[in-house]
């Protein structure tokens, strides 16, 4: 559906990619529900957060499987895109918001993969080249597949999605591997996380580990694999030949960032995100007030860590610059921007927004909310893109930020 003149002003950069895709929606710039006031976060003692960075552990092995199995670069990836993404459900509605899509009916519906995080390559470079990498505007999103409907988490991917009116509305998917072997005989392997926040900066991808921290990724560095065989082979088979699952493009981690606290509980790290102002990362917890199982039945914490100066890498070790307890529960989205916050509550269906001048506040929100990335726009209004987990129920979306109290 197309939107009236006075939105594709408002919304003149993402609007151009919706247009292009025939996805425009109406009530694109619908106000919030007023505002409620909420609880604050309070500060903790940063001291307790701390990381180490090794972005040098599969150094080895990842030069022997660049040499046998050579590379492509994004560019490349996505001239070989092979899924049709789609337009976004006539039924989804949420304030502010400024267009999205879905994926196809194969992955809206998979009841063994389920996308968790989101990133861009506006996180990558920011506003420069219109937020280009390698010639693409992307929304980048992770998942995990369990084994079977029901079963345990089995392996993790991204999914590299082009959001520009100059290509066609295609999606690719790289599966997300760890190096193993030797370097005379290198392999790969399955990486079995949720994922559930992903962050690309420079050329680097952090994708959370929920019990450690961080594996990253180097988005140069994405392998060629031979399709074929069967859905379950992975990795070196013999000689030059490997699978993946029948993927074509696999991304090996490079290294690992190893979270460290002296608090009484380990951090617990349910999504992550990029705040280019301050150039860092910020990351959240999912935890319940009570009755939890699977998860804290305590309050959750948000920590800010500092890249190294004028770095897309961590230093060998890195201080927190900001801690803090949070009043909310069942957090699957954390966002931040120039002293602001935005934290989704999935079960409660709110977005809250927190600063430490304004204090805070909470939003209607969609329901099976996930990670939240902050899109920024130099000739435009800023964005929030999220997106939702359930099944067949998976919009992928934009919203403006300043709808949501970022003003």
């Given at each position: 559906m197309e939107r009236q003149d006075l939105m594709i002003r408002q919304v003149r950069t993402a609007a151009r990619a919706v247009l292009a895709a025939g996805l425009l929606v109406t009530g694109a710039l619908t106000a919030a529900p007023p505002a409620a006031a909420a609880t604050a976060p309070t500060a903790l003692d940063t001291s307790d957060y701390t990381l180490s960075a090794d972005y040098h552990q599969y150094d080895a092995l990842n030069t022997a499987l660049v040499s046998t199995l050579g590379t492509s670069a994004v560019h490349t990836v996505m001239d070989n895109a092979n899924h049709d993404r789609q337009g976004l459900a006539s039924s989804f509605s949420v304030a502010g918001l400024s267009g999205g899509f879905r994926f196809d009916d194969g992955d809206d519906g998979d009841c063994q993969s389920y996308p968790q995080g989101i990133t861009t390559s506006r996180d990558a470079i920011g506003t420069a080249n219109s937020g280009n990498y390698d010639g693409h505007q992307l929304v980048l999103v992770s998942w995990y597949t369990k084994d079977g409907c029901d079963g345990a988490q089995q392996r993790s991917r991204i999914t590299l999605v082009d959001w520009d009116a100059t290509y066609p509305n295609k999606y690719r998917k790289i599966l997300l591997v760890e190096p193993t072997g030797t370097t005379a005989a290198p392999s790969f392997k399955d990486i079995p996380v949720h994922a559930g926040g992903v962050s690309w900066y420079g050329d680097y991808l952090y994708v959370a580990d929920t019990g450690r921290g961080m594996r990253?990724?180097?988005?140069?560095?994405?392998?060629?694999?031979?399709?074929?065989?069967?859905?379950?082979?992975?990795?070196?088979?013999?000689?030059?030949?490997?699978?993946?699952?029948?993927?074509?493009?696999?991304?090996?981690?490079?290294?690992?960032?190893?979270?460290?606290?002296?608090?009484?509980?380990?951090?617990?790290?349910?999504?992550?995100?990029?705040?280019?102002?301050?150039?860092?990362?910020?990351?959240?917890?999912?935890?319940?007030?009570?009755?939890?199982?699977?998860?804290?039945?305590?309050?959750?914490?948000?920590?800010?860590?500092?890249?190294?100066?004028?770095?897309?890498?961590?230093?060998?070790?890195?201080?927190?610059?900001?801690?803090?307890?949070?009043?909310?529960?069942?957090?699957?989205?954390?966002?931040?921007?120039?002293?602001?916050?935005?934290?989704?509550?999935?079960?409660?269906?709110?977005?809250?927004?927190?600063?430490?001048?304004?204090?805070?506040?909470?939003?209607?929100?969609?329901?099976?909310?996930?990670?939240?990335?902050?899109?920024?726009?130099?000739?435009?209004?800023?964005?929030?893109?999220?997106?939702?987990?359930p099944a067949n129920n998976r919009n992928v979306f934009a919203v403006t930020q300043a709808t949501y109290g970022g003003g």
């Amino acid at each position: 559906m197309e939107r009236q003149d006075l939105m594709i002003r408002q919304v003149r950069t993402a609007a151009r990619a919706v247009l292009a895709a025939g996805l425009l929606v109406t009530g694109a710039l619908t106000a919030a529900p007023p505002a409620a006031a909420a609880t604050a976060p309070t500060a903790l003692d940063t001291s307790d957060y701390t990381l180490s960075a090794d972005y040098h552990q599969y150094d080895a092995l990842n030069t022997a499987l660049v040499s046998t199995l050579g590379t492509s670069a994004v560019h490349t990836v996505m001239d070989n895109a092979n899924h049709d993404r789609q337009g976004l459900a006539s039924s989804f509605s949420v304030a502010g918001l400024s267009g999205g899509f879905r994926f196809d009916d194969g992955d809206d519906g998979d009841c063994q993969s389920y996308p968790q995080g989101i990133t861009t390559s506006r996180d990558a470079i920011g506003t420069a080249n219109s937020g280009n990498y390698d010639g693409h505007q992307l929304v980048l999103v992770s998942w995990y597949t369990k084994d079977g409907c029901d079963g345990a988490q089995q392996r993790s991917r991204i999914t590299l999605v082009d959001w520009d009116a100059t290509y066609p509305n295609k999606y690719r998917k790289i599966l997300l591997v760890e190096p193993t072997g030797t370097t005379a005989a290198p392999s790969f392997k399955d990486i079995p996380v949720h994922a559930g926040g992903v962050s690309w900066y420079g050329d680097y991808l952090y994708v959370a580990d929920t019990g450690r921290g961080m594996r990253v990724f180097d988005m140069r560095k994405i392998l060629n694999t031979d399709t074929g065989g069967t859905a379950d082979q992975i990795g070196r088979q013999s000689g030059s030949v490997y699978y993946a699952h029948n993927y074509a493009y696999v991304l090996p981690q490079i290294g690992t960032v190893t979270a460290q606290t002296s608090a009484a509980d380990k951090l617990v790290w349910s999504s992550i995100s990029l705040d280019r102002v301050s150039r860092s990362i910020v990351m959240t917890e999912y935890t319940c007030q009570s009755g939890c199982t699977a998860y804290p039945n305590r309050a959750p914490r948000a920590v800010r860590f500092p890249f190294a100066s004028g770095a897309t890498t961590f230093a060998a070790t890195t201080t927190a610059s900001q801690a803090l307890q949070l009043p909310w529960y069942n957090l699957n989205g954390v966002a931040s921007h120039n002293g602001r916050w935005w934290f989704n509550s999935s079960s409660q269906k709110k977005l809250y927004y927190w600063t430490p001048t304004a204090g805070s506040s909470s939003f209607a929100w969609v329901s099976g909310g996930e990670s939240i990335s902050y899109w920024e726009d130099a000739t435009g209004p800023d964005l929030l893109w999220s997106l939702q987990e359930p099944a067949n129920n998976r919009n992928v979306f934009a919203v403006t930020q300043a709808t949501y109290g970022g003003g």
